[in-house]
C-alpha cells in the first residue's frame, strides 16, 4: 500500500499535517485567487468505440493530452493546443472532432501518416462543485512528507522534495529492502475521473479517481474503479496560497501512516 499511495498520487498527494483536512479555513478569504484553467472548457475524455489501436483519447483542463493504446499496452502524452474543432497534439499529429446526427467522429491525423476516422463517444463528467473547480488541473510536484505516529507518539518523520528520500528512509523504518522510486514532477486531475501522475523523466501513469461517498474533501483513487476502496484514499486541503495538499493515511502495525504531498498551482 506504501508503494501504491505513491505511485497512485506518485502518483499522488496529499494534506497538511494536521490530521483534520478541510478545503476552507479563515485564511482563505486573503488566498490568491485560482484562476480557470486555459483548457477548461476544451477538457474531454473520448471513449473508442469498435476495434482500434486506441481505447481513449482525453485533453485535459491543464493542457495535456493522453492517447490510451488498447489492451493496455501504454499511451502517448504531450501538451495540445486547439483552434476550432482541432485539437494539435505535441509530438503526435491534429484531432478533428466531427459530430453529426448525435454522432461522433475523431480524424485522426498523425504526423507524416495518412489519416483516418475513429467512432467515439465522451464519457459522464464528476459532478461540479467549488472544490472540484479548485482541484481539477495541473499541479506541480514541490514536496512529500512522511510520518508514523503511535499513542500520540512520533514514530517516523520526514521532508524532502524527493520522493525517492522519504520512501527509502521509510523502507528502512519498517526493515524492508530499499526499492526504486520514480521522482514526481507533475499531478493532473480531469473532471472525467482521471489522475494523470507526471514523472520527471516525462513518463507518466494513468489512474481513476473520484469524490468518496462520505467526505466531501476526500477522494478514491485507483487503476481501476472495481479497486476504489477506504484503504485507497485521499484528503484533499488547499492552503493559505491555494496550492494543494494531498494526504494518504493508513493504518499499520507500527502506527497511523500518513503520506502528505504538496503541490502548487500552475496556472
Request: charged share 25%; aromatic share 12%; proline share 2%.
Amino acid at each position: 500500500m506504501k508503494k501504491n499511495a505513491l505511485i497512485a498520487v506518485s502518483m499522488i498527494m496529499l494534506s497538511v499535517f494536521s490530521m483534520t483536512f478541510t478545503s476552507c479555513s479563515s485564511d482563505d478569504d486573503d488566498a490568491p485567487v485560482l484562476t480557470t484553467p486555459k483548457y477548461a472548457d476544451d477538457a474531454v475524455r473520448y471513449v473508442i468505440s469498435g476495434r482500434s489501436e486506441f481505447s481513449a483519447i482525453e485533453f485535459t483542463e491543464g493542457g495535456m493530452y493522453v492517447i490510451t493504446k488498447a489492451y493496455d499496452s501504454g499511451n502517448i502524452h504531450g501538451k495540445y493546443t486547439k483552434n476550432g474543432d482541432v485539437y494539435t497534439l505535441e509530438g503526435f499529429g491534429t484531432v478533428t472532432v466531427e459530430k453529426t446526427d448525435g454522432k461522433i467522429s475523431l480524424k485522426i491525423q498523425p504526423t507524416g501518416k495518412k489519416a483516418y476516422t475513429l467512432s467515439a463517444y465522451t464519457t459522464d463528467k464528476l459532478e461540479e462543485t467549488d472544490i472540484s473547480d479548485k482541484l481539477c488541473r495541473t499541479w506541480k510536484f514541490k514536496k512529500v512528507r512522511a510520518t508514523v505516529t503511535k499513542d500520540n507518539n512520533v514514530l517516523f518523520d520526514k521532508t524532502s522534495t524527493k520522493i525517492s528520500e522519504v520512501f527509502n528512509s521509510l523502507d528502512s523504518f519498517y526493515h524492508h529492502k530499499a526499492s526504486k522510486y520514480p521522482e514526481l514532477d507533475e499531478i493532473t486531475f480531469t473532471k472525467s475521473g482521471t489522475q494523470i501522475n507526471k514523472r520527471v523523466d516525462n513518463t507518466i501513469s494513468v489512474q481513476k479517481w473520484r469524490w468518496t461517498f462520505d467526505k466531501n474533501n476526500s477522494i478514491y483513487y485507483a487503476w481501476d474503479e472495481i479497486m476504489f476502496n477506504g484503504r485507497n484514499i485521499l484528503n484533499i486541503s488547499f492552503d493559505k496560497n491555494n496550492d494543494l495538499v494531498l494526504d494518504a493515511p493508513l493504518e499499520r502495525v507500527e502506527g497511523i501512516e500518513h503520506i502528505t504531498y504538496y503541490l502548487s498551482k500552475t496556472e
